[in-house]
T-cell receptor
Framework: DGGITQSPKYLFRKEGQNVTLSCEQNLNHDAMYWYRQDPGQGLRLIYYSQIVNDFQKGDIAEGYSVSREKKESFPLTVTSAQKNPTAFYLC???????????FGPGTRLTVL | QQQVKQSPQSLIVQKGGISIINCAYENTAFDYFPWYQQFPGKGPALLIAIRPDVSEKKEGRFTISFNKSAKQFSLHIMDSQPGDSATYFCARGNGGSQGNLIFGKGTKLSVKP
């Protein structure tokens, strides 16, 4: 099956800890994205990458970091600098110069 | 950041009725307007999309109407069913070398039996 996988589905973190969310795709897509979803806020772009070893900040990048060492993987680290990290995190991908983005199932992060 | 304004925030429709969700955008440079459907605890899935060279696109019970002069586009769900109950997001993209999408804040649709 082709698609996007995110793990874990649920994640709990203590304040002050960094945590890494996994995103893997086997769609051979060049571009990958991370969004944050909060109730009533829609989806907001954190980071995106259009090619391996390159990525750009989105609208709310502060407190987050990413890497793109492989085409199929785009992990997101939520650092202790993120003031309000509790949210639903969504990973997406598409081919560069095409519009349709495909989303993973999401990871719900809760800071205790 | 150019926004997409979506309304209403929530919508309750009787089974068999028509659900209408509206979005407005600010910049005529955008050339791709998708609608996504999201069920609780799941990732959004593309429902239907339109480009501004057409005024309407229909796929089954779902229709996008596009009004370029008014900078508005809307989603119509005909014969709404309880299984349509979900959150719907409109978005705009500018294609080209950047595939970024800017999303509206979503509309939670409840279809009552």
């Amino acid at each position: 099956d082709g698609g996007i996988t995110q793990s874990p589905k649920y994640l709990f973190r203590k304040e002050g800890q960094n945590v890494t969310l996994s995103c893997e795709q086997n769609l051979n897509h060049d571009a990958m994205y991370w969004y944050r979803q909060d109730p009533g806020q829609g989806l907001r772009l954190i980071y995106y990458s259009q090619i391996v070893n390159d990525f750009q900040k989105g609208d709310i990048a502060e407190g987050y970091s990413v890497s793109r060492e492989k085409k199929e993987s785009f992990p997101l680290t939520v650092t202790s600098a993120q003031k309000n990290p509790t949210a639903f995190y969504l990973c997406a991908s598409n081919q560069v110069r095409t519009d349709t983005q495909y989303f993973g199932p999401g990871t719900r992060l809760t800071v205790l | 950041q150019q926004q997409v304004k979506q309304s209403p925030q929530s919508l309750i429709v009787q089974k068999g009725g028509i659900s209408i969700i509206n979005c407005a955008y600010e910049n005529t440079a955008f050339d791709y307007f998708p609608w996504y459907q999201q069920f609780p605890g799941k990732g959004p899935a593309l429902l239907i999309a339109i480009r501004p060279d057409v005024s309407e696109k229909k796929e089954g019970r779902f229709t996008i109407s596009f009004n370029k002069s008014a900078k508005q586009f809307s989603l119509h769900i005909m014969d709404s069913q309880p299984g349509d109950s979900a959150t719907y997001f409109c978005a705009r993209g500018n294609g080209g070398s950047q595939g970024n999408l800017i999303f509206g804040k979503g509309t939670k649709l409840s279809v009552k039996p």
